[in-house]
Every structure is written in structure tokens, then in C-alpha cells.
């Protein structure tokens, strides 16, 4: 079966060949990294951008890439088009750094996205570090991207603890298709976020909510400096909750692999 981890962090960009190694022991054909994150200078994002890319440039197609921006940094726009056009970037990631998904100074920078058809992964749920930063990160506020409809974006971690909110957000962006031209435009990334003792429901919650796996993908949040062993153990465990829950081969391979790789294609 093949496996696509949609949610790892960078960390030492030194090894590339070591990486792959430890992507082969795992049983995982192709991981998405978040390029390191930056909160107020676009140089610094575009510094950052660069080094994933060339580390990335070992095997295209097992490393995949997410640029991580700011909007509220100035020339961000102009930065995610360089990464989505001419980086070989499959994606964004996006924090809700103390702003609001719905704020009007954000209006152009969600226009630019949705003229590009941008993929997004967006931080979702409680959020370790950035100062108070959870209270940006609830789920309902990216139904402000039903007004641009090419987007499609991803809420990372379940939304934990907001995983019924992010069940809600789901089901108001399957409703828009509608009276939209373009499909369902959300995703739910299983990145744990979810604790042990409420991650078989949630992931079950989420199945019969959506109506099986096409809009759920899987991740980790590994990090590239690592051995790994925590992808290993997320990989495991939720292969134990799957069986558990009765999730067939193919549904299996679509939360594994195929949502994350229609969502975020290689760009080779």
C-alpha cells in the first residue's frame, strides 16, 4: 500500500540520501515538508523556500514541498506564486498568526490564491507555541474561503479539540458545491493534534461524516532531523484503528496516499 505523509516539519537538511532510507524502513513512498517557518520577513521565507528546494531536489518525487507563508508579511502573495509556479512547491502552509482567516486585509492574498487554484494546508486546532495563538486557529473561520472557491485547503490536526467544528466546516464547503462551478474544497489532514483517547473516534467521526476517505488524509508531524520513529509509531497505530473501525484496502489507500497525492501533487 502506498503511504504519503502529508505533514512533516523540516529540521537538519543535511542528508537527504539518510532520509530516504528512513522513509524506505517505514514502508513510505513520499512525505510533504513544510519549509521552516517564518513570522515577519518575506527575504527570510524566500531563504527558507530555497533551502527545501534544494534539498528536496534529491528525489522530487518522494520530497515533496509546502512553502510556509505569512500573508500578513508584505510580498507574501508574490512569494506563494513563486513557490507554486516556478519553485516546484506542491502546496502552502498557513498558521493563523494572529490574524483572522476573515479579515478584509487578507481579501487580496485569498484572491491571488485562488487565482493560482492553490492547495493549503492550514494549522487548525490548539496551538503549541506562537504565543495565545489558538484562539486564531478555529476551524469556522476558513469558511471565509467559500468565497474563493479554487482553493482548496487542508485543516491539519482534526482541529483538535475542535474536531466536531472542523465536521462542521466540512459539511458547510460540500454544501457550497451546490452553487459553486469547482468541487468540495475541504480536507481533513489526521495529523495527531488528537490524543490517544479520543483518536479511533475522531477518525471515525470523520469517515461517517464525510461519507468515506476521499477528503481525509494522513500525516504525522515528523520532522525531517529525526530517525522517523514517530512516523513509525503513528503509522502503526493508526493502521491498528483502522482495522479496528472495519476501513477497507481501498479506503485505506485513499487516506494513506491518494488524498494527499490529488491534493498535492508532485511537482517534478
Not at 513510505?28 to 519549509?35: A, K
Not at 516546484?88 to 487580496?108: F, N, Q, T, V
Request: with cysteine; glycine share 8%; net charge negative.
Amino acid at each position: 500500500m502506498r503511504i504519503v505523509d502529508c505533514h512533516v516539519h523540516v529540521g537538519k537538511l543535511d542528508d537527504a540520501s539518510s532520509l530516504l532510507r528512513m522513509m524506505d524502513a517505514n514502508g513510505v513512498q513520499r512525505m510533504l515538508i513544510l519549509s521552516e517557518s517564518e513570522r515577519i520577513s518575506a527575504g527570510k521565507t524566500l531563504e527558507n523556500m530555497r533551502a527545501l528546494q534544494k534539498f528536496a531536489s534529491a528525489d522530487r518525487a518522494r520530497l515533496g514541498m509546502l512553502a510556509w507563508i505569512n500573508p500578513t508579511i508584505p510580498g507574501a502573495a508574490r512569494l506563494a506564486e513563486r513557490a507554486l509556479t516556478e519553485m516546484g512547491y506542491s502546496g502552502l502552509k498557513i498558521i493563523p498568526d494572529h490574524w483572522y482567516a476573515y479579515e478584509p486585509r487578507l481579501e487580496p492574498f485569498w484572491e491571488k490564491m485562488d487565482a493560482l487554484k492553490a492547495s493549503i494546508l492550514f494549522h487548525t486546532g490548539t496551538l503549541y507555541g506562537f504565543e495565545d495563538g489558538s484562539r486564531f486557529c478555529h476551524p469556522e473561520y476558513l469558511e471565509k474561503l467559500v468565497q474563493y472557491p479554487n482553493i482548496r485547503f487542508a485543516m491539519a490536526h482534526v482541529s483538535w479539540p475542535w474536531c466536531e467544528e472542523c465536521l462542521a466546516v466540512m459539511g458547510r464547503m460540500k454544501a457550497a458545491v451546490h452553487y459553486q462551478k469547482v468541487g468540495w474544497q475541504s480536507y481533513i489532514d489526521l495529523t495527531p493534534g488528537t490524543p490517544p483517547h479520543i483518536r479511533k473516534q475522531a477518525i471515525a467521526n470523520a469517515l461517517s461524516f464525510c461519507g468515506g476517505a476521499d477528503h481525509i488524509m494522513w500525516g504525522t508531524d515528523s520532522t525531517t532531523g529525526g530517525n522517523l520513529n514517530y512516523q513509525k509509531e503513528i503509522l502503526e497505530g493508526d493502521r491498528k484503528i483502522f482495522a479496528e473501525l472495519g476501513v477497507d484496502a481501498a479506503q485505506q489507500e485513499r487516506m494513506f496516499s491518494g488524498t494527499a497525492d490529488e491534493v498535492f501533487p508532485a511537482r517534478v
